[in-house]
């Protein structure tokens, strides 16, 4: 989500407490449910990044697509 500036990449928020700001996109989302758990392979395909709230937001608003907010 950080590197792609242009073409939304989706916006999978995965922690049910909102306070607790986490998400990915649409292709960590999919290869999470390949791997059903964040296995070795997902932590590598994932390739996660912390970020500030204010970022967080800023994300969620380039990347969300309607349907996964």
Same mark, same amino acid.
């Given at each position: 989500?950080?590197?792609?500036?242009?073409?939304?990449? !989706?916006?999978?928020?995965?922690?049910? %407490?909102?306070? %607790?700001?986490?998400?990915?996109c =649409? *292709?960590? =989302? $999919?290869?999470?449910? @390949?791997? %059903? *758990?964040?296995? =070795? $392979?997902? /932590?590598g395909?994932?390739? @996660?990044?912390?970020? /500030? $709230?204010?970022?967080?937001? =800023?994300?969620?608003s @380039?990347?969300? @697509? !309607?349907?996964?907010?």
């Amino acid at each position: 989500m950080i590197e792609s500036k242009v073409l939304p990449v !989706g916006f999978v928020e995965n922690s049910s %407490d909102p306070n %607790d700001l986490q998400a990915w996109c =649409e *292709d960590c =989302e $999919a290869m999470f449910l @390949r791997e %059903d *758990d964040k296995t =070795e $392979a997902f /932590c590598g395909f994932n390739n @996660r990044k912390i970020v /500030c $709230a204010a970022c967080y937001l =800023e994300l969620k608003s @380039r990347h969300s @697509r !309607g349907f996964n907010t």
